[in-house]
């Protein structure tokens, strides 16, 4: 088994209203920062995973936004993997 | 009619339920603990209002994997009846007795007030003491109402009327100045295919008594023991 971690981005879909968005690019237009068009609040989740292969990691991160990191009905979600203990390599 | 009140951590309107149920409709309410998985004997469940599990992730979205909800989903497909307020709806659209979701207010704004409802539907074990069309006084107090879902089933509950409460004026006027929190079609509550899990952001347990300002709550949980002792709507 391998340690995989698991990025995952979870927005409402582009269909469904997001007033925390519009409060924020209000917010910014006051502000004077006018070229903000648009902006959508999302959540992002990090989880490290047990798997025998990067697939079989992201087949199971898919399982758990399915079964409830995302709410399917008004909610999309994106997956990225990274390999575990990535963040503390380096040069 | 034997009611149990479901009691999830974080629930905050269990004892306003209990109350409401036992000392001014006269019903035998328990409390049942969320990791409880026995509901045998009961006629009614009722899911509280509150933020159980703090609300975490989404409204609802932890609450229905507690182990009481295997017992609640059997107790749905067997015909017993379901009653979810605020966050007890947030938690049955999460756990898919109901369908579509609850999400942010538009107006961002923790509403907690007075509004009026209109019945569609009086016609279900919830509501069988109105009249259609009849304007009820009920508070919410919600951050997440905002009833969303997708188009083809909104259609189809609208034409099979279980649209059961509509935000409205005092006049029954379902217009956006009365919808609080911009649900789709100023939907306040709805009952499923079979009629007996009803979903409602108004809370009916804080107006069942002139003191706490209103009795129309008795329009609905007093509805439910009607149903419950006549077994028929």
């Known amino acids: ?91 | 009619m034997k009611c149990a009140v479901v009691v999830f951590p974080g629930s905050n309107c269990d004892a306003d339920v209990y109350h409401a149920l036992t000392d001014d409709l006269g019903v035998d309410a328990h409390y049942v603990w969320h990791r409880e998985s026995d509901i045998t004997g009961y006629d009614v469940v009722v899911l509280p209002g509150g933020f159980s599990y703090g609300d975490y992730l989404r409204a609802g979205a932890i609450a229905r994997f507690s182990p009481v909800m295997v017992s609640v989903q059997r107790f749905a497909q067997r015909g017993g009846l379901v009653l979810g307020i605020c966050n007890g709806f947030q938690i049955l659209v999460e756990a898919g007795l109901l369908p579509g979701a609850l999400l942010k207010n538009d107006n961002l704004q923790f509403r907690c007030e007075w509004t009026t409802l209109r019945v569609d539907n009086h016609c279900t074990p919830f509501t069988s003491r109105c009249r259609k069309g009849q304007v009820l006084s009920l508070p919410i107090a919600h951050g997440e109402g905002r009833y969303h879902v997708d188009s083809d089933t909104l259609k189809e509950w609208n034409d099979a009327g279980r649209i059961v409460f509509r935000y409205a004026t005092a006049e029954g006027d379902a217009c956006r100045e009365a919808n609080p929190n911009g649900s789709l079609h100023n939907i306040a509550g709805i009952v499923n295919r079979e009629g007996n899990v009803l979903g409602m952001m108004p809370h009916p347990e804080r107006a069942t008594n002139s003191l706490v300002g209103g009795e129309d709550g008795r329009w609905v949980l007093g509805s439910l023991v009607d149903y419950v002792e006549r077994g028929c709507v």
Do not use: F, W
């Open chain 1, 1 to 91: 088994m391998v340690e995989y971690r698991a990025l995952i981005k979870v927005m409402l879909k582009p269909t469904v209203l997001d007033p925390q968005g519009v409060a924020v690019r209000n917010s910014l237009l006051t502000m004077g920062y006018e070229a903000v068009k648009s902006v959508r609040v999302g959540k992002h989740l990090e989880l490290t995973l047990e798997a025998n292969s990067e697939n079989g990691a992201y087949c199971l991160a898919q399982e758990l936004c399915d079964e409830l990191l995302a709410n399917p009905v008004v909610e999309e979600y994106h997956i990225e993997l990274a390999p575990a203990g990535e963040e503390k390599g380096g040069t």
